[in-house]
């Protein structure tokens, strides 16, 4: 195995890795500066009123996408297992 190979296959784990997280980090942000703007324009500084929402929010998120990511994952596994078997014969 040379070096384009590790290379190929540690950008495919990062983009895998970003796929999966992105959603519920998106998630995060945007519920997180909702509740930033509604801390500012209430005054509230209240640490909950930040943490409940986005946790709220993520739970959702991960229900609603947990298959998808599920399988998103298996895939790579499946892959790179494939290829390994594949070198090593």
């Avoid at 190979?5 to 990062?14: F, H, N």
């Avoid at 970003?18 to 500084?45: D, I, K, N, R, Y």
């Avoid at 946790?55 to 609603?64: G, H, T």
């Amino acid at each position: 195995m040379n070096s384009d190979v590790s290379l190929y296959w540690v950008q495919e784990a990062l983009y895998t890795a970003v796929l999966v997280a992105g959603p519920l980090l998106g998630v995060a942000l945007l519920v997180g500066l909702g509740v930033a703007l509604f801390q500012a324009v209430t005054s509230m500084q209240e640490m909950t009123i930040s943490f409940i929402p986005k946790l709220i929010a993520m739970v959702l998120v991960l229900l609603l996408l947990a298959s998808w990511m599920m399988q998103m994952l298996t895939d790579f596994t499946t892959a790179a297992f494939t290829f390994i078997s594949s070198v090593s014969q």
